[in-house]
């Protein structure tokens, strides 16, 4: 672990605590997206500790600022989504671009995180492959369940669908990961989650 290393996580970890959107979780208060960091980094511990130095900056950086862009700014249908979502990857990987470059990493290291954050060459780019494999795991350990309860109004086809579409995007590794019990999977959601991967 190098210094410029340290010294980036040190800003990311800053840039995400001035989230003034607060979560409370086993009696504490986190500003939401340093919370979500700190998530990310400890499941690529357990996931892929062996990860170098690139994709570990990229998967804690991967929402930083998020707040910054809001989705109310953005037309509230599909399309609106899309835009919201599309720039959104492009607002993380120029914010990180820029604490690498104050830190002293080279433009080819700086490239290959902003290339995972901004989500290009899923399937075909390890870097994002890895942080679409840490951001689903995730997702499915600590947001799918309250994900779930925001939408009670989704049947279980819904749900289903939903459930497929995130285990599309991971990687062979990551669905073993998932299925060996290295996560807690969302009790309530157990046998959806059975159902839908099930085959």
Do not use: C
């Not at 925001?150 to 998932?178: C, G, Q, V």
């Amino acid at each position: 672990m190098t210094d410029k290393y340290q010294q980036a996580v040190e800003l990311i970890d800053q840039a995400n605590a001035e989230d003034p959107n607060k979560v409370a979780v086993d009696g504490r208060e986190w500003p939401k997206e340093l919370l979500y960091s700190q998530r990310m980094a400890d499941m690529q511990q357990r996931y892929a500790p062996d990860a170098d130095d690139a994709p570990k900056l990229a998967i804690r950086a991967q929402h930083i600022q998020r707040w910054k862009s809001d989705r109310k700014d953005y037309p509230m249908n599909r399309q609106g989504y899309l835009q919201w979502r599309t720039k959104l990857y492009k607002f993380h990987a120029e914010t990180v671009g820029k604490i690498l470059e104050q830190v002293g990493y080279d433009d080819e290291f700086i490239e290959r995180v902003k290339k995972a954050v901004g989500k290009r060459g899923l399937k075909v780019n390890p870097d994002t492959q890895l942080l679409e494999d840490v951001t689903d795991l995730v997702f499915i350990e600590h947001y799918m369940l309250e994900f779930a309860e925001k939408h009670p109004e989704y049947d279980e086809e819904k749900w289903l669908d939903i459930i497929r579409k995130t285990w599309k995007k991971m990687s062979e590794n990551a669905r073993e990961f998932a299925l060996a019990g290295n996560i807690t999977l969302p009790e309530p959601l157990i046998p959806l989650i059975q159902k839908a991967v099930a085959g």
